[in-house]
């Protein structure tokens, strides 16, 4: 049996693709005798003729790669794109790196380990982008035996 105009007129009525129609194997008879879109309707309200539901993508692999990101995992030198600074910008690293600098200047000045005069030094010197990290500022004082003890 061909079901063409039937199926046409189903999901023009219901308003989902002609793929999306589903029609009772028991009850193919009154189907195929129905010709006109009340009788479609009538079908449908009996429950003859249903809608399929949509294919849609599972996203569980999209979730659990998500997850795994958070997580620090699938983000190596393969999977980057574009430059380091696209990724995190010049500014946020500035950012960062000066403030761990002037806490540990701070922290140092406030101990007493360090005279007010080599705190204004170091400082000028971090804000001027001289140190590279906390790390360095020690070795510099060290070096230098600016740090008393």
């Given at each position: 049996m061909i079901f063409t105009i039937q199926r046409r007129l189903a999901s023009a009525v219901m308003g989902c693709g002609?793929?999306?129609?589903?029609?009772?194997?028991?009850?193919?008879?009154?189907?195929?005798?129905?010709?006109?879109?009340?009788?479609?309707r009538r079908l449908?309200?009996?429950?003859?003729?249903?809608e399929k539901p949509e294919n849609s993508n599972s996203k569980a692999r999209i979730r659990k790669s998500k997850d795994q990101?958070?997580?620090g995992r699938q983000k190596g030198h393969g999977r980057r794109k574009g430059k380091k600074t696209a990724r995190e910008g010049k500014k946020e690293l500035w950012v960062k790196r000066i403030r761990?600098?002037?806490?540990l200047l701070k922290t140092l000045k406030e101990n007493g380990l360090i005279e007010l005069k080599v705190?204004?030094?170091?400082?000028r010197k971090a804000k001027g982008g001289f140190f590279r990290s906390k790390r360095h500022i020690k070795l510099y004082a060290e070096d230098n035996e600016l740090i008393k003890k």
């Open positions: 002609k793929k999306r129609v589903w029609f009772d194997e028991t009850r193919l008879e009154e189907i195929k005798e129905s010709i006109t879109k009340a009788d479609v449908v309200a009996d429950g003859a003729v249903r990101k958070r997580k761990v600098q002037r806490k705190y204004r030094n170091l400082s």
